[in-house]
């Protein structure tokens, strides 16, 4: 299979689960060995085995699906620009700020000292499945129960670790992280998945923007030169597919649970395993 339709199918896969809360690490990496198993992606290719250059296509994608998200909140936006003096709109920039602050902060020391999982479909199956039932049960506990809409400080703590926990543990999902630990604080649906959508914005930025520097600045002589061209056609399928996905997400939480992405979750784990037990 040509380049540019192995590209292009990660970058749909990219941009419908980066903030869905379904991972996605985990589903590139599942769409990785699917299309190497059917031959579509010989074990050598530079998706796959140059890590290197895997991941600045795998972060760099993100970005463009990140930056996708911004004209869904206009509202917030327009505050953030024109109404910047008011208290209020600066207290939830403060805290995004320092969510922000609190994953740039971890990140570094999980860069430095390596403290990650290896993206193999075993981590990541476990990942989901233990997520997936932590949203079912979650859900089942706020039955009934009255939520929120303020950002409380123990929130944005919160949701600043939640993000180096899915950095850590492949599969687990920033945004269902996040999403579950506001919603345990008390956090409505809606809420708390524009706090954990707003985060993440500068958030994956941040990562792609230093994942490019040590790439072109210490560039691994071993691996193979970036395609950008590829790059870019990935990037901006992402953004496109993750405008319609989040769009739909962000009227989906309005009037449902997030029961629906646990059954997935889970779902999806057993399956995996299935794949994993017959080799």
Same mark, same amino acid.
């Not at 749909?12 to 990785?32: C, Q, Y």
């Given at each position: 299979?040509?380049? %540019? ?27 990785? /060995? ?5 031959? %579509? =992606?010989?074990?050598?290719? %530079? ?11 795998? +972060? ?26 008011? /208290? ?16 740039? *902060?971890?990140? @570094? +020391? ?15 199956? $476990?990942? @989901? ?15 009934? &129960? &009255? ?5 409380? $400080? !123990? ?8 993000? @180096? +926990? ?17 919603? =345990? ?10 706090? !954990? ?8 930025? *941040? ?14 002589? =071993?691996?193979?030169?970036?395609? $950008? ?8 399928? *992402?953004? +496109? ?6 769009? %739909?997400?962000? /009227? ?10 646990? $059954?997935?979750?889970?779902?999806? *784990? ?10």
């Amino acid at each position: 299979m040509s380049d %540019w339709l192995i590209v292009l199918i990660l970058g749909i896969v990219e941009g419908i689960t980066e903030f869905l809360p379904v991972s996605s690490t985990g589903h590139l990496l599942i769409a990785e /060995r699917i299309m190497t198993n059917l031959g %579509w =992606l010989a074990p050598n290719h %530079w998706l796959v085995h140059a890590s290197d250059t895997k991941d600045l296509f795998n +972060v760099v994608i993100q970005c463009g699906a990140v930056i996708a998200v911004l004209p869904l909140f206009p509202q917030r936006l327009y505050k953030f620009v024109f109404e910047i003096r008011e /208290r209020e709109t600066q207290d939830y920039l403060l805290k995004i700020l320092v969510a922000f602050g609190i994953t740039g *902060a971890g990140g @570094l +020391v999980i860069d430095h000292f390596k403290i990650k999982l290896p993206e193999q479909l075993a981590p990541v199956a $476990w990942a @989901l499945l233990l997520g997936g039932i932590v949203f079912l049960v979650v859900e089942f506990f706020l039955r009934g &129960k &009255k939520l929120g809409t303020h950002i409380t $400080w !123990s929130i944005v703590l919160a949701v600043g670790l939640g993000q @180096l +926990v899915a950095a850590i543990f492949p599969g687990a999902s920033r945004s269902g992280t996040t999403i579950m630990l506001s919603l =345990l604080l008390g956090l409505s649906r809606p809420a708390a998945t524009e706090f !954990s959508f707003l985060v993440g914005i500068p958030t994956m930025l *941040a990562a792609g923007g230093y994942k490019i520097f040590k790439t072109i600045h210490h560039p691994d002589p =071993l691996a193979p030169h970036e395609n $950008w061209n590829l790059v870019l056609l990935a990037t901006v399928v *992402a953004a +496109v597919v993750s405008f319609i996905a989040v769009k %739909w997400l962000l /009227r989906y939480v309005q009037t449902h649970t997030f029961n629906a992405f646990g $059954w997935y979750r889970i779902a999806l *784990a057993i399956g995996i395993f299935i794949l994993i037990a017959r080799g």
